[in-house]
């Protein structure tokens, strides 16, 4: 679970949406400070952008890079340090920038904030290192005492708020090793490098810092650990607010884990920061002493500032490891007898976890966060409950401060309430792991409960009574409200006021009505479904925002741009309406064209992050003159320093470019392809992920490089593609293993993956396409393998790239001959689609990423849904990009070399219906 999407959930009900626009509608007192409304002083210019406003001298003249000041505050100083910053920043000519309200500073200090970030409310930018040296004497005298987190990304001046790190300041950006566009620094011969911004404080090799800076080195050196009687042996959680490590101590030999708390980071949905809940967990389970069923506390050390809560280990599983052990719903034909199994074994862990939650609230202890993550399993099947940090006595009044989402209690709940409604949804959970979906409509209980009931042979009363518990006091979800207010039908947020950074309740109405269903239509009811999928798109569009059309995930705002992109903006939802037969989305398609006249700064050249993409998406739609507008900008960029893989990079680019070279007729694309080739082979050896390991499957891996070479191939009949196309795929069959039932899947060190984005089902596709050219057992082996990894009944998102979607695209489309490639297996994957389904407006629609709210792009969201049900179901089956269905493929070596795989495609608005 990626926690970083939480704050994402704050500003909109049903889909996520960025901090910033959190902060500029809650309206409430204090809400933004005073600074932030200040007249711009005479002669300077300001800019507000995202969750940083900027003010800076018109004349200024400041270097791309160079030393800069970082202040840090508490939520309760705040506006007394921004004040004395400003004023002091606004006499003296210095450009700087600030966190204009509470709460983007308080989610920027949140427990599950970036960690790299954190801290950091005001930043200045010295004109050069004599001005900087100055500037950092004078701030720290001016905010001596005054208390901050500790900027991890940064060095500390003394033990003040005043920080410092040398970086980039204007925004310039460059591809690292991974192909991923990051933020620049210039190296001293022009070239760009990217600027780490991880939370640890790094110097560029070729900077020295000043001299006045080496007392600070020296005082950071100093601070260690090496003094415990703990030796560290491996770390086994971060948050904002510090870490978990598993220990041993040096006098007994034992193994105990040690709890990190850093002082004003990490805060909760009260304030509370990590050391505050550090030492309500100690009281809470001091008082829980003696009890199996917690862990018992040993020490408590401080070193520096950073506290440590000494804690005996309990040798076991948490709870949501279990589901790849022995969950049989991972498997594609678990049996009876398996199933029954796993409901025994299931109904006695809720039976002990619930007898433990029993005897923590009889010592008045009420838990606060009970979730899959927080249970440990032991080897006797005993169990013990982790993680008392938001836990308080039985009588304290108080909301739920921490939570995870697929168990935050509604706002109405308190007390022991709070841990029974964690109980009632691990009743669901254990079956069937889908509760974050109640964070959206807890009416989805029943839904849930149901799937359980068919899967299962659980007494249905055990269900029922978690429904009732889940669903007390709820109504109607907003979603199924028939009289919709006129500020929803546009497609704009419902006014909401939030009340701070706690976590997102389930939307209910004040006045409960009944309940309309939860799934408005299955997904194999064609063509409603169809119907309904793409209404419910169309209705959550918002034309008048500039940075997306349609509500996705969080990557449209990791990336100029992103909102318009193919992956997660507007570009790949027009295809995917177009491709299904839904029909064109004309007023869509002129939002793209309105905000391509000219791109966003430093939008990436990819075909799912960037240019190409939307410039392939706009010649498809038929809008040619803006796609030769957008290639003449890609044709225009280096592309060296671009990845080989198919997501953002080279193999992607080539792929377009050699699209649009044959529809447009343009010579200078092919050229450009085959260039895009060239990279694409010769990158491919550093195609490394972030832990050193080759990246596999269709987006990042070998198999989106192949699927070039496939292409080209059948463009030129140039065997060496072939070739190329072999390796490549052997590449990633080679980081491919072999798990239950003998699915193959991508081995990615800690889990494996039969995903069509990054798992081994994208894999699979490419490896249809090359068998269709040249016989190979290996691969026909793999393809027959990489089939029983999209056969198993349970996935746990609904998305393309990562979830049932993709599987059924893919069961559909194989040529496979392995069981389960017909069509009663497609549609039991269509069944296990239904299991995600929500409403949004009685329209069907689907979960993103983390399923913590709706999501309407192809990669993760509602689009690429209705895409995969029209691969299977359509009058004209729909396929990806450079994938297309089977009918559509070059069926033989020796078949019509020239255009057969793109140009067979007709334009959406060209096909026959029937």
């Known amino acids: 679970m990626n926690k970083g999407y939480a704050v994402y959930c704050d500003s909109d009900p049903y889909f996520y949406d960025a901090p ?120 720290s005298e001016l905010l001596a005492g005054e208390p901050g987190p500790h900027i991890l990304s940064d060095l500390r001046v003394g033990d003040g708020p005043v920080h410092v790190r040398y970086g980039g300041f204007t925004r310039r950006d460059c591809y690292d090793a991974d192909g991923e566009l990051r933020p620049a620094v210039a190296r001293p011969d022009g070239v760009l490098v990217p600027d780490p911004r991880g939370p640890v404080f790094r110097v560029p090799d070729w900077v020295t810092p000043p001299a006045f800076l080496r007392p600070h080195l020296d005082a950071r050196s100093a601070v260690t650990v090496t003094g415990l009687p703990y030796t560290v042996e491996s770390a086994l959680h971060f948050s904002n607010g510090g870490g978990v490590y598993l220990a041993r101590d040096t006098r007994t030999g034992d193994r105990v884990v040690l709890k990190e708390a850093r002082p004003h980071a990490g805060l909760a949905a009260d304030g509370a920061d990590a050391v505050t809940r550090l030492h309500r967990e100690r009281r809470a389970l001091e008082r829980l002493s003696g009890l199996d069923c917690t862990p018992g506390v040993l020490d408590h050390v401080t070193v520096g500032e950073h506290h440590f809560l000494v804690l005996e280990h309990i040798d076991g599983k948490p709870l949501n490891t279990f589901f790849a052990r022995r969950h ?370 269709l987006l990042r891996g070998g198999a989106g490089r192949a699927l070039l070479f496939l292409r080209l191939f059948e463009r030129t009949r140039d065997s060496a593609f072939l070739d190329l196309a072999r390796q490549a795929l052997r590449q990633d069959l080679a980081r491919c293993v072999r798990g239950a039932g003998g699915a193959l899947q991508v081995d990615e060190g800690w889990r494996t993956m039969p995903y069509l984005g990054a798992g081994s089902v994208g894999i699979g596709m490419v490896l249809d396409d090359y068998l269709a050219h040249r016989a190979d057992e290996e691969f026909a082996q793999a393809g027959d393998e990489i089939v029983a990894a999209a056969r198993a009944m349970f996935y746990a998102q609904p998305g393309l790239y990562r979830g049932v979607a993709g599987m059924v695209l893919h069961l559909g489309r194989t040529t496979a001959t392995a069981p389960g490639t017909g069509p009663r297996a497609v549609r039991r994957q269509l069944d296990a689609l239904s299991w995600h389904a929500m409403s949004y407006r009685d329209r069907l629609a689907f979960p993103g990423e983390q399923m913590m709210r709706l999501s309407m792009d192809l990669s993760t969201g509602t689009a690429g849904c209705l895409l995969a049900v029209a691969s299977v179901l359509g009058d004209a089956p729909a396929g990806l990009p450079f994938l297309p269905p089977p009918q559509k493929r070059a069926a033989a070596p020796d078949s019509a070399p020239s255009g057969v795989v793109t140009q067979a495609h007709p334009l959406p608005n060209e096909r026959k219906t029937s």
Request: hydrophobic content about 40%; proline content about 7%; overall charge negative.
């Open 20 to 139: 910033h626009r959190t902060a500029s509608r809650t309206g409430a007192p204090g809400s933004r400070y005073a600074a932030a409304s200040r007249p711009v002083p005479e002669g300077w210019q300001r800019h507000e952008s995202g969750d940083w406003l900027a003010l800076r001298p018109v004349d200024a003249e400041l270097p791309d890079q160079g030393w800069k000041i970082h202040v840090s505050a508490c939520l309760d100083n705040a506006e007394s340090v921004l004040d004395r910053v400003w004023r002091h920043c606004v006499a003296g000519g210095t450009a700087f920038k600030f966190v204009p309200g509470r709460y983007l500073l308080h989610q920027r200090n949140a427990k599950y904030a970036d960690r790299a970030g954190s801290g950091k409310f005001v930043t200045v930018y010295p004109a050069d290192e004599a001005e900087f040296e100055r500037l950092v004497g004078e701030l």
């Open 328 to 697: 049989p719903l991972i498997e594609a034909d678990p049996g009876e007898r398996r199933l029954a199994e796993y409901t025994a074994w299931a109904l006695d862990v809720h039976a002990r976890v619930e007898r433990a939650v029993e005897a923590v609230h009889a010592r008045g202890v009420v838990f606060n966060d009970l979730h899959l993550f927080n249970i440990m399993i032991r080897d006797d099947d005993s169990v013990a409950l982790l993680d008392f940090e938001a836990a308080h006595q039985v009588g304290e009044a108080g909301r739920q401060t921490v939570a995870n989402p697929g168990f935050v209690a509604p706002a109405d709940r308190r007390g022991v309430a709070v841990d029974r409604y964690a109980l009632a949804c691990l009743r669901l959970a254990l079956f069937l792991p889908l509760t974050s979906l109640l964070a959206i409509d807890r009416h989805k209980a029943a839904h849930l409960a149901d799937v359980v009931a068919e899967q299962f042979p659980v007494d249905r009363a055990f269900l029922d009574a978690a429904v009732d518990e889940i669903t007390r006091g709820s109504g109607t979800p907003a979603s199924r409200q028939s009289g919709t207010p006129a500020s929803r039908q546009s497609g704009a947020p419902a006014p909401r006021q939030p009340a701070g950074p706690a976590p997102r309740q389930p939307a209910d109405l004040a006045t409960p009505q009944p309940a309309g269903p939860v799934v408005p239509v299955r997904p194999d009811d064609w063509p409603r479904s169809r119907e309904s999928m793409a209404a419910a798109i169309r209705a959550s569009a918002t034309p008048s925002r500039s940075d997306r059309l349609f509500p996705g995930d969080i990557a449209q705002f990791a990336t100029a741009g992103g909102g318009l992109a193919f992956a997660h903006g507007a570009a790949g939802v027009l295809y995917a309406l177009a491709e299904s037969g839904a029909g064109r989305d004309e007023e869509g398609e002129q939002w793209l064209l309105e905000r391509t006249k000219q791109p966003p700064s430093g939008m990436p050249l990819g075909f799912h992050d960037g240019l190409a993409g939307i410039a392939w998406t706009l010649d498809r739609l038929g809008h040619r003159a803006r796609a030769l507008d957008l290639t003449e900008l890609l044709l225009a960029q280096p592309l060296d320093h671009l990845g080989p893989d198919l997501y953002g990079g080279t193999a992607g680019l080539g792929l377009a470019l050699d699209s649009l070279a044959r529809t447009t007729g343009e010579a200078a694309p092919q050229a450009a392809a085959l260039r895009c080739a060239e990279l694409t082979a010769d990158g491919a050896p550093a195609d490394r992920g972030s832990g050193g390991r080759a990246r596999a499957g």
